[in-house]
């Protein structure tokens, strides 16, 4: 099975400033068809998760633009430009390659 | 508007039985494949069980794997989560999940919790 390892498992940031969480797979997410299989997801505080990122770069629908992914193979990053109110909650990674899906521990971020 | 709603969740004991249902609305729900994920209290996620859109393939978590069995009813735009030889460790909110396949798990139920308790 493929584990996934986010860091920092926690995450203060002033409003305003950006902020970036690392996910790193043990094996490569990279399909024959040159899409990385990596999911980005926020569950914010009393809600159900909600997609942000697929396929490592690609902003779901409805998703602000200082949300962007990035990453290939093993590596990847989710980054917010600049950290609003409402980004407050955990924010998971997760690997579809294989048929056993599996996520990353979740990284929380907080309003200082 | 896509909707799924959880429902079947309750106190069971250890070795007992519990069904789950999902009822889907709002997108064409044969066209779907579906997931169960679920997250113990104050934890973080874990993936259960997948179905095809036809309901001819499934996959299981290796916790669940012999004891928990997903169906679906696209006529009746439903999805089930059977439970057998619960545990305590299964105690968590189970969250039905819809599969864009191509996009994410891009729709979540709000769950509905699941507590394995004598």
């Known amino acids: 099975d493929i584990v996934m390892t986010q860091s920092p498992l926690s995450l203060p940031v002033t409003p305003g400033e950006p902020a970036s969480i690392s996910c790193k797979s043990s094996q490569s997410l990279l399909h024959s068809n040159g899409y990385n299989y990596l999911d980005w997801y926020l569950q914010k505080p009393g809600q159900s998760p909600q997609l942000l990122i697929y396929w490592a770069s690609n902003r779901a629908s409805g998703v602000p633009d200082r949300f962007s992914g990035s990453g290939s193979g093993t590596d990847f990053t989710l980054k917010i430009s600049r950290v609003e109110a409402e980004d407050v909650g955990v924010y998971y990674c997760m690997q579809a390659l294989q048929n056993s899906v599996s996520f990353g521990q979740g990284t929380k971020l907080e309003i200082k | 508007e896509v909707q799924l709603v959880e429902s079947g969740g309750g106190l069971v004991q250890p070795g007992g039985s519990l069904r789950l249902s999902c009822a889907a609305s709002g997108f064409t729900f044969r066209s779907y494949e579906m997931n169960w994920v679920r997250q113990a209290p104050g934890k973080g996620l874990e993936w259960v069980s997948y179905i095809s859109s036809s309901g001819g393939t499934v996959y299981y978590a290796d916790s669940v794997t012999g004891r928990f069995t997903i169906s679906r009813d696209n006529a009746k735009k439903s999805l089930f989560l059977q439970m057998n030889s619960l545990r305590a460790e299964d105690t968590a909110i189970y969250f039905c999940?819809?599969?864009?396949?191509?996009?994410?798990?891009?729709?979540w139920g709000q769950g509905t919790l699941v507590t394995v308790s004598s």
């Open positions: 999940v819809r599969d864009s396949t191509v996009a994410g798990f891009d729709f």
